[in-house]
Nanobody
């Protein structure tokens, strides 16, 4: 069974930090990439950061320099360190994977079968 489970969300003040964790198991791929996405109330889901199977990273412009993606245990655990949080970072954050996660420093695209976690809520108070 494929499981992507996010944790680490919560309420934080502007300028604060949180570290999100994505625990991945059962993915039917050898060497997979992981992406973090978020969806704010009333807005479409957007990509935040991706990590390829070869450790190439991509960041959305709005988070570059503030967020950092990393992994442990052959990407069974993927982290999103979020610093300098702003109210506009408030959203439900999801991790996801796919058969192909194509990551360059300027793009992140998912192809084939996709898997999503249920999300963790991050609220940044002003």
């Amino acid at each position: 069974e494929v499981q992507l489970v996010e944790s680490g969300g919560g309420l934080v003040q502007t300028g604060g930090s949180l570290r999100l964790t994505c625990a991945a198991s059962g993915l039917p791929f050898d060497g997979y990439g992981i992406g973090w996405f978020r969806q704010a109330p009333g807005k479409e889901r957007e990509g935040v950061s991706c990590l390829s199977s070869t450790n190439t990273t991509w960041y959305a412009g709005s988070v570059k320099g503030r967020f950092r993606i990393s992994s442990a245990n052959a990407k069974n655990m993927v982290y999103l360190q979020m610093n300098g949080l702003k109210p506009e970072d408030t959203a439900v954050y999801y991790c996801a994977s796919a058969a192909i996660v194509a990551v360059t420093t300027v793009s992140c695209d998912f192809y084939g079968s996709k898997y999503w976690g249920k999300g963790t809520l991050v609220t940044v108070a002003s």
